[in-house]
């Protein structure tokens, strides 16, 4: 009997492997949601999603072409608005292109076979660019809101900071927006964006690479091996 | 633990930084001054809120259900692959005991509300609207509008030049406007 017209037979609701050969693995997106409630999520997030968008876009034009509110340290509310605009996007993308789009590509598979960020450069990954986009997003938003607070008890407090405002607004952005950045490219760069089989993809710490590692360590040295958010998927491979 | 160790950090700092900030404005203006000021404090609030809510959810529930949502996928795989009658295994999209949806699209809804609580509240500011009444009467209907932050800006200026000259503490009104 020739070779090739041997066909593995998978049990139901797993698929045979793409990546290694003679296995099972679960079919994505997972059978988690009925139709039913797939269509709720989509609805619901598809409706609160585009109105929390055009409320970060509205409330940041609102702001910087305000004579008063768009001077400095009044202007970190619009700032804010742009991680949120972000954070949002990145949830939304599920309802523009499917949520089988964004969890189920190649490259949200933890074993699609790539290292680093290899798989995005040859296969576009809406899992990767989401997950990446929400990572950034949450975290450059919650570091704007604690600069809002700061800013606040800057106005409040009789204590000056020795700085014109001009540099205080660039140490602002430094640390609301480029050490977001750099930090969640460094995570980005190693491809650590998995799907969970549902919803907007996340960061895995089971995929940590030595870039992350070595950008990591600096900042949160003893936490970084922990496991998080480890792709439920993984787990279910059938051989 | 890459992500919510320090999101989880940073919105504690936050909270820590209004909460002491609203203490202030209650310290330095009573009840009165918090009434005042209830966009700046419903702002803080709803903020923390939410930004609590992501990371306790996490925290407490989210790390805490996946292990189970694991097992009983695995039971259920298992279930479907070793039963030629799989009517035992439920129908398709019934985890038994699995995934909490109910939970999972809350947690998305909360995610996604701040922006809208933030827009409501700061656009309500009747500063906003006044300056795009300003705004449309100068600029589509050309009339002459007088610049109704004119002072405000003088104030700032004149005390911008205060500090830099003799280092004195600025004026207390900033924190009125910083929001309001």
Redesign the interface.
């Known amino acids: 009997m020739d070779p090739s017209t041997v066909h593995q037979t998978c049990?139901?609701?797993?698929t045979t492997s793409e990546f290694e050969p003679n296995t099972c693995v679960?079919v994505c997106p997972?059978?988690?949601?009925?139709?039913q409630?797939q269509h709720?999520?989509t609805i619901?997030?598809g409706v609160?999603?585009h109105?929390?968008?055009c409320?970060?876009l509205?409330?940041f034009f609102?702001?910087m072409?305000?004579?008063?509110?768009a001077s400095y340290?009044?202007s970190s509310?619009a700032w804010?608005?742009v991680p949120?605009?972000l954070?949002?996007v990145a949830?939304v993308i599920g309802v523009w292109v499917g949520w089988e789009k964004v969890g189920c590509d190649k490259c949200s598979d933890p074993n699609n076979g790539y290292t680093w960020i290899g798989c995005w450069f040859s296969h576009w990954s809406w899992c990767w660019v989401s997950a990446w986009l929400l990572?950034f997003a949450?975290?450059s938003a919650?570091?704007w809101?604690?600069l809002v607070?700061?800013?606040?008890?800057i106005?409040?407090?009789?204590v000056?900071v020795p700085l014109s405002?001009r540099a205080q607004a660039v140490i602002f952005h430094i640390l609301g927006t480029v050490i977001p950045f750099l930090?969640a490219a460094s995570?980005g760069l190693a491809d650590?964006f998995i799907s969970n089989g549902y919803?907007p993809c996340?960061?895995s710490?089971s995929k940590v690479l030595p870039l992350?590692f070595s950008f990591?360590r600096c900042?949160?040295p003893p936490?970084?091996n922990?496991?998080?958010?480890?792709s439920?998927i993984v787990?279910?491979l059938?051989r | 633990?890459?992500?919510?160790?320090?999101?989880t950090t940073?919105?504690l700092?936050?909270a820590i930084?209004?909460l002491?900030?609203v203490l202030?404005?209650w310290w330095?203006s009573g009840f009165s001054g918090i009434y005042k000021h209830w966009r700046?404090v419903a702002?803080?609030f709803y903020?923390i809120s939410a930004?609590l809510y992501a990371s306790i959810n996490h925290w407490v529930f989210d790390?805490g259900s996946?292990t189970q949502?694991?097992e009983s996928?695995?039971a259920w795989?298992l279930c479907?692959?070793t039963h030629l009658d799989?009517s035992e295994c439920y129908?398709?999209?019934?985890?038994p005991g699995?995934?909490n949806?109910t939970a999972?699209?809350a947690d998305?809804?909360v995610?996604?509300?701040?922006?809208?609580v933030?827009?409501?509240i700061?656009?309500s500011d009747p500063?906003?609207a006044l300056?795009?009444y300003d705004?449309f009467r100068r600029f589509v209907l050309r009339q002459n509008v007088p610049?109704r932050?004119a002072s405000?800006?003088r104030a700032l200026k004149l005390s911008?030049s205060i500090?830099s000259q003799d280092?004195l503490?600025?004026p207390?009104s900033?924190?009125a406007?910083?929001?309001s």
């Open positions: 049990p139901p609701y797993t679960a997972a059978p988690l949601m009925s139709d409630q709720v999520l619901i997030v609160e999603g109105v929390a968008i409320c970060t509205l409330v609102a702001y072409t305000h004579p008063w509110k340290p009044r509310v804010l608005q949120l605009f954070a949002s949830i990572f949450s975290l919650a570091v809101y604690c607070g700061v800013g606040l008890l106005s409040i407090s009789t000056r405002d930090y995570f650590q919803g996340f960061v710490s992350s990591s900042l949160l936490y970084t922990n496991h998080e958010f480890d439920i787990g279910w059938v | 633990m890459v992500f919510w160790f320090p999101y940073i919105v700092i936050a930084l209004m002491y900030v202030k404005i330095l700046l702002f803080l903020g930004y790390r996946r949502l694991t996928l695995t795989y479907l692959a799989q129908a398709r999209g019934h985890v699995g995934f949806v999972y699209i998305l809804c995610n996604l509300s701040p922006e809208i933030f827009a409501v700061l656009l500063e906003i300056h795009w705004s610049d932050w405000q800006k911008r500090i280092s503490p600025p207390s900033e924190s406007s910083f929001l």
